[in-house]
C-alpha cells in the first residue's frame, strides 16, 4: 500500500463487549464522512496497513504489529486503561497516545447504583425467596442518610457520585491529590490515617480506580478489620485492588454485609473458588463496562481528534491524550 493509499483513520481488528468492530468503524465513518476509514479484518490485513497509517484505533497495538507501523502518528486506544500498550516503544517512536476515559462513565455508574441498590434493599434475599415460593418479609436497609466513600474520582467515579446525588447521602472522594477536590462532601488522599478513618464511617465503599502501586492491594485484612462491619463493597476497578483472600475471610468472619463484584484476582474467578459460594456477594463477569452506546461514544472522541489533527497538525492538543 502506497502512503497515497494510506487511509485516514485504520481501525484493527479486535472487537469488545460481544459486539463487530464493524459497528466501531462504521460510527467513525458516520462522523468523518469526508475522510477514509479502513477496517483491517485479518492479521495480514493490520500488517498491511498499518505500514504507511498514521493514525489508528483499536483495543490494543501489540509490540509485533507495532514493528510494521512506519508512519504511525497517533494511536487511539479504544480502552480507558492504556498499560496493556507497548508504551516504551511507543515513546521512542514519538507516537501520541489517547484513551477512552469517560466513556464508560453513564454504564459503570449505573452499574454501582444498582448494586448499591440491589444491597440496600436486600435484593438477593428476595430473589432467594422468590425461588423458594416463600412469601415472608425480610429486614431491608434505607440508602439516605448512609456514607458512600469513592475510591477514584476519574470519570467512573465523578458519574457515580453524580447518580449518587439524589439519594441524600454523604460522600468520601479518594484520590492521589486531594487538593484537587471533587464531587463529593469531602475528598481525602490515601494517607493510612485518612483512608483508616474514611473506611471505619463506610456503609458503601466504592472502588473506581486504577490499578497502581498505590491501589494495588488497597483492602487487605487491616482494611477489612477496620471498615464498618455493615458496609458493603463494590468493586468496579481492577480485581487485584483488594487481596482476594482477605477478602474471603472477611465475608466468612461477618467483617463486613457483602460485597458486589464485577471485576475478581484471578480473572476469569475458578469455578471452584469460594466467592461462588457466597449468597451476599454478587458477581458479574467483568460486564459493567457493556454499552451498546460504547463505540459510538468512543467514535465521537476519535473523529474529533482526527478533526484537530486535520486542523492544527503537530500543534493539536488532542481529547484524552495520555501521551506525551
Known sequence: ???????????????????????????????????????????????????????????????????????????????????????????NRDVTVTNAAGVHGPNIGEHVLGSILHFTRRFHVGARRQRRREWRHYKAHELQGSTVTVVGLGAIGQAVCERLEPFGVETIGVRYTPAKGG?????????????????????????????????????????????????????????????????VEALRSNWIRGAALDVTDPEPLPEDHPLWTFENVQLTPHNAGHTPKYYDRLADIVAENRRRLDEEGDDADLENQVRP
Do not use: W
Open 183 to 247: 464531587p463529593t462532601d469531602e475528598v481525602i488522599g490515601f494517607e493510612d490515617e485518612a483512608f483508616d478513618d474514611a473506611l471505619a464511617r463506610t456503609d458503601y465503599l466504592v472502588l473506581a480506580c486504577p490499578l497502581s502501586e498505590t491501589t494495588r492491594g488497597l483492602l487487605d485484612r487491616e482494611a477489612f478489620v477496620t471498615i464498618d462491619p455493615d458496609a458493603v463493597v463494590v468493586n468496579v476497578a481492577r480485581g487485584p485492588v483488594i487481596e482476594t483472600d482477605a477478602l
Open 1 to 91: 500500500m502506497s502512503d497515497a493509499d494510506a487511509p485516514d483513520v485504520l481501525v484493527l481488528r479486535k472487537g469488545t463487549h460481544g459486539i463487530p468492530i464493524e459497528q466501531y468503524a462504521e460510527a467513525i465513518r458516520d462522523r468523518l464522512p469526508d475522510h477514509t476509514v479502513a477496517l483491517a479484518r485479518t492479521p495480514a490485513d493490520e500488517r498491511e496497513a498499518i505500514q504507511t497509517a498514521t493514525f489508528v484505533t483499536g483495543m490494543t497495538l501489540d509490540a509485533d504489529l507495532l514493528e510494521h507501523a512506519d508512519d504511525l502518528e497517533v494511536f487511539a486506544c479504544a480502552y480507558a486503561g492504556t498499560g496493556h500498550l507497548p508504551l516504551e516503544e511507543l515513546e
